[in-house]
């Protein structure tokens, strides 16, 4: 249990991702605080009192989904949850209800359960606590959709027991003056497979953080993310896999795009593989279109390996313009070249988009891309 002032027990981890006892007030000169505006959180870093009414919750869950309220202290179990950061720390002791989604063992959800989390005003600083528990052999979707202004920090505790099977998809479209910092902590059981989406359009600073872990051997992890930042927003998401049993599998594919001054995208993909987890086959891509002068990426892959016998593992990062040769190629059969443009970004974004897998999201976000394109393609 964390307070106010950070303090926090943990078990010691590689020096990849250390887990502190104590999380000071972050003066930006950390490392895992270095891309991050401190200066635009609104206190979520220090001391700004965090309630829960400055945000409305709305649970549509399938019938095959038991929801329910609890103590935050009392849900905590489900996963081992543990913050990972102050306000991480800070948001786990505010929230004092937990909205607990059960998937009963070898129930299948017969359509996705949608959380709607929708922000009143920025001026009162907010904090939430999502249980998402996957019993053995269950099968669910989950949505998690963010809407309007709000000034938010909250975690998202995920447990994907043996055999069990989840899909979530995390939909950050906040109005532009929305800051947002969230942590989604995801383990999974012997065969476990969870697919994680995050994809993030809108809110002024909006930095998420989803991390895996293994229970046993057969778990599979594949995490994807997109984004789009325009003028003046920062996106930053950082990611960590914890490859501790053997036998494990992980997949990281994210993708961005920028356009307009301080626009601003930041990826951290840290992959630990421990000494005991042979067999592990992991693999992290980030690639960003910079679409203007004035626009920054930041991607840093880490991949830290302590055994010889592994199955597979790489990573791959890349920040570039649109290639020109693919615009002078479709101009060369008649499309105009601001067209030719969106058609590039379109297919850049269209291989994310059609693996989420649920067609009302799928579309939403295709015609937000379309939206960003136009406005930064003119």
């Not at 999502?130 to 053995?136: F, N, S, T």
């Not at 494990?248 to 601003?264: E, M, N, P, T």
Request: charged share 25%.
């Amino acid at each position: 249990m964390s307070s106010l002032s950070g303090a926090v027990e943990t078990a010691p981890v590689s020096s990849l991702h250390a887990r502190r006892t104590e999380f000071d007030v972050p003066s930006g000169r950390e490392e895992e605080w270095r891309f991050t505006p401190l200066r635009r959180l609104r206190g979520l870093h220090k001391d700004t009192e965090l309630g829960e009414s400055g945000v409305k919750v709305d649970i549509d869950a399938a019938p095959e989904i038991e929801y329910s309220e609890r103590a935050v202290a009392s849900a905590d179990g489900v996963s081992g949850f543990l913050p990972e950061d102050r306000v991480s720390a800070r948001a786990y002791a505010a929230a004092g209800t937990a909205r607990v989604l059960t998937v009963p063992k070898e129930a299948v959800a017969s359509r996705p359960t949608v959380v709607r989390v929708t922000g009143s005003g920025t001026g009162e600083a907010a904090a939430g606590h999502l249980v998402i528990d996957v019993q053995p052999f269950g099968r669910a979707v989950v949505v998690l959709d963010f809407h309007g202004s709000a000034t938010y920090a909250d975690n998202v505790e995920i447990r994907v027991a043996d055999g069990g099977d989840l899909t979530v998809v995390s939909v950050a479209e906040w109005a532009g003056d929305a800051v947002h910092v969230s942590h989604h902590q995801a383990t999974l059981g012997r065969d476990a497979k969870l697919k994680h989406f995050q994809i993030t359009l809108g809110g002024s600073v909006v930095r998420v953080s989803p991390s895996v872990r293994y229970e046993g051997p057969g778990g599979d992890a594949e995490l994807y993310g997109l984004c789009f930042a325009d003028a003046g927003q920062h996106l930053e998401h950082r990611l960590f896999v914890d490859h501790e049993p053997p036998k494990c599998r992980s997949r990281v594919i994210y993708k961005g795009a920028l356009s307009g001054d301080d626009a601003h995208t930041v990826w951290i993909g840290d992959v630990l593989i421990g000494a005991e987890a042979e067999g592990t086959d992991t693999y992290e891509f980030n690639r960003n279109l910079v679409l203007t002068d004035g626009a920054r990426a930041d991607s840093v892959p880490n991949l830290e390996i302590l055994t010889g016998e592994v199955a597979g593992a790489g990573h791959a990062s890349a920040n570039g313009r649109l290639d020109d040769e693919h615009i002078f190629y479709l101009q060369a059969r008649g499309i105009p070249e601001e067209e030719a443009r969106r058609l590039v970004i379109r297919g850049f974004f269209g291989e994310l988009i059609g693996k989420i897998g649920v067609p009302e999201v799928e579309e939403r976000v295709t015609e937000k891309i379309e939206a960003e394109l136009a406005g930064s393609l003119k």
